[in-house]
Nanobody
Framework: VQLVESGGGLVQAGGSLRLSCAAS????????MGWFRQAPGKEREFVAV????????RYADSVKGRFTVSRDNAENTVYLQMNSLKPEDTAVYYC????????????????WGQGTQVTVSS
């Protein structure tokens, strides 16, 4: 599956953005879909994941209550709604596909998008 992210940009602290990740292929619903982010000089970190059916989600503690992951299997798209953004959310955000139902480790993911930049100003 090939993945293309969009929706990044510059936003003020407290604002919102919605990221999208469009996937190719007819087997999209078989994949758990995760979001990761990487800030300059830091490791890529887990943000959120949603199971293939959309029935199970998991979030990093740092974004819980502010971010929501969802998916539309008919449109082969996964979303990350980001509210109450903070300057520390600034990073390149990546979506990725896993054959696991849910996974929070990078090594579980087999396909990655190119990333989209999110910058939150204070």
């Amino acid at each position: 599956v090939q993945l293309v992210e969009s929706g990044g940009g510059l936003v003020q602290a407290g604002g919102s953005l919605r990221l999208s990740c469009a996937a190719s292929g007819r087997t999209f619903s078989r994949y758990g879909m995760g979001w990761f982010r990487q800030a300059p000089g830091k490791e890529r970190e887990f943000v959120a994941v949603i199971s293939g059916s959309g029935g199970t989600t998991r979030y990093a503690d740092s974004v819980k209550g502010r971010f929501t992951v969802s998916r539309d299997n008919a449109e082969n798209t996964v979303y990350l709604q980001m509210n109450s953004l903070k300057p520390e959310d600034t990073a390149v955000y990546y979506c990725a596909a896993t054959t696991a139902t849910i996974a929070t480790s990078r090594i579980s993911y087999i396909n990655w998008g190119q990333g989209t930049q999110v910058t939150v100003s204070s």
